[in-house]
């Protein structure tokens, strides 16, 4: 069964930091790009960031750039997103993503991916 799942996500104050996790099963993400997203309440879901897992390319929303980063463990089959001087306006649920169908790029991925996981809820609050 192809799948991602993400942990990680939880309650932080404002400038705290996080790290969340998107493992996959059923498959490796070797060839595939993947990407963060999250959707506030009564808004639509945004891209927040992306990897390339072949080369190691990845791409950020402006919102995030500076402090978040998105890195990859081949072996665990992993990626993870690492949040830090997180805002109120971080908060959302946050989703993984990918195309195991036409092995889209990041910038197609919002509209192509087939493969999402459940989510994970971030709340940035004092």
């Known amino acids: 069964q192809v799948q991602l799942v993400e942990s990680g996500g939880g309650l932080v104050q404002p400038g705290g930091s996080l790290r969340l996790s998107c493992a996959a099963s059923?498959?490796?993400?070797?060839?595939?790009?993947i990407g963060w997203f999250r959707q506030a309440p009564g808004k639509e879901r945004e891209g927040v960031s992306c990897?390339?897992?072949?080369?190691?390319?990845?791409y950020y929303a402006d919102s995030v750039k500076g402090r978040f980063t998105i890195t990859r463990d081949n072996a665990k089959n992993t990626v993870y997103l690492q949040m830090s001087s997180l805002k109120p306006e971080d908060t959302a649920v946050y989703y993984c993503?990918?195309?195991?169908?036409?092995?889209?790029?990041?910038?197609?991925?919002?509209?192509?991916?087939?493969?999402w996981g459940q989510g994970t809820q971030v709340t940035v609050s004092s």
């Open positions: 993503a990918t195309d195991t169908v036409f092995r889209a790029p990041c910038r197609n991925l919002r509209l192509l991916a087939d493969v």
């Open positions: 059923g498959f490796t993400l070797d060839y595939y790009a």
């Open positions: 990897i390339v897992i072949s080369d190691g390319s990845t």
